[in-house]
Nanobody, 114 residues
Framework: QMQLVESGGGLVQAGGSLRLSCAAS????????MGWYRQAPGKQREMVAQ???????NYANSVKGRFTISRDNGKKRVDLQMNSLKPEDTGVYYC????????WGQGTLVTVSL
């Protein structure tokens, strides 16, 4: 059974940093593209960053230059380093394994205050 568990969310002031982590329990983790998504209150869930098994990355325009996605295939973990946070980055952040119909974590809340 595939499972993803996120951690690292919290409350931070604008301009601050947070690091999110996603621990995976699945075989062949290194084969899957992984992604971080977020959902702000009243808005649809959106892609934030993606990383392939070999390390190629893709970012939403709104986070380019501020966020960095990385992974450790040996530890079955994918991280999201978030710098220069803005209030509009507030939302629930989800980790996703982009396999079959997708496997989602339970989400971790990030709140950025002025």
């Amino acid at each position: 059974q595939m499972q993803l568990v996120e951690s690292g969310g919290g409350l931070v002031q604008a301009g601050g940093s947070l690091r999110l982590s996603c621990a995976a329990s699945m075989s062949a983790f290194g084969l899957f593209r992984m992604g971080w998504y977020r959902q702000a209150p009243g808005k649809q869930r959106e892609m934030v960053a993606q990383i392939t098994g070999s390390g190629s990355t893709n970012y939403a325009n709104s986070v380019k230059g501020r966020f960095t996605i990385s992974r450790d295939n040996g530890k079955k973990r994918v991280d999201l380093q978030m710098n220069s946070l803005k209030p509009e980055d507030t939302g629930v952040y989800y980790c996703k394994a982009e396999v079959a119909t997708g496997v989602w974590g339970q989400g971790t809340l990030v709140t950025v205050s002025l």
